[in-house]
């Protein structure tokens, strides 16, 4: 059974459908806790590594892995999981891996907290290779968002990604983006974190079996 931890509940019906399209059979258990993301906006990701820890530890029993969505605490999550016992896997680093193959990247978030956690992965998973890696936030997509209105949100972000300064890939940055990338009308690649997300997961309870 995989386990996620959500700081938005939805994110819950996506990867349900994900699962259902990809990886039929698979047992999923959703954690949401809100609180996280609020939290790290106000204190930052590192400030709230304890409360990270204590959810984790939740959504880790009787699971063989925990799938954690956020980007913002993904990097926190992963340096909580050494004594958990089971994988931690952060939701949006197969993206980045596929975002740092190519030479200009430009990284589109609604949350200004997402930005420098997302940047420093792909920097990681970069490994040293010179890359040109810029950023575009979304001004008002996120109270979009806030106020549950779904098409608006995704609206401002495809509308911001088709505004995009020349580049070799997109990346959303946000797991809540994800559809917005059948919006837009960009020849560019645009890619968002939960179907390879999801799918490293599943490799990894496999692998792991």
């Known amino acids: 059974m995989l386990a996620l931890l959500h700081t938005s509940p939805v994110h819950v019906p996506v990867f349900d459908a994900l699962r259902d399209e990809d990886h039929p059979g698979l047992a999923l258990r959703h954690l949401v806790e809100e609180d996280l993301l609020a939290r ?35 990097g926190v999550a992963e ?26 990247i430009v990284v589109v978030a609604a949350l200004r907290s997402t930005l420098e956690p997302t940047l420093a992965l792909i920097r990681e998973e970069a490994a040293g290779r010179a890359i040109d890696l810029r950023t575009l936030l979304v001004d008002g997509a996120w109270e979009l968002f806030e106020a549950g209105d779904r098409d608006g949100y ?16 997109i990346v959303l940055a946000q797991a809540s ?33």
């Open 40 to 74: 790290a906006r106000e204190e930052g990701p590192e400030a709230i590594a304890p409360a990270v820890a204590t959810a984790l530890a939740g959504a880790a029993e009787g699971a063989a892995a925990v799938l954690v969505t956020c980007s913002t605490i993904g």
């Open 79 to 104: 340096a909580c999981a050494a004594d958990l016992g089971v994988p931690v896997l952060r939701g949006d680093r197969p993206m980045a891996a596929a975002a740092a193959a190519a030479d200009r």
């Open 154 to 169: 995704l609206d401002a972000v495809a509308a911001a990604v088709d505004g995009a300064p020349a580049t070799d890939v």
């Open 177 to 209: 983006m994800a559809d917005a990338a059948d919006r837009t009308t960009t020849a560019v690649p645009v890619l968002s974190s939960p179907r390879p997300g999801l799918r490293a997961a599943a490799l990894a309870i496999t692998h792991g079996s």
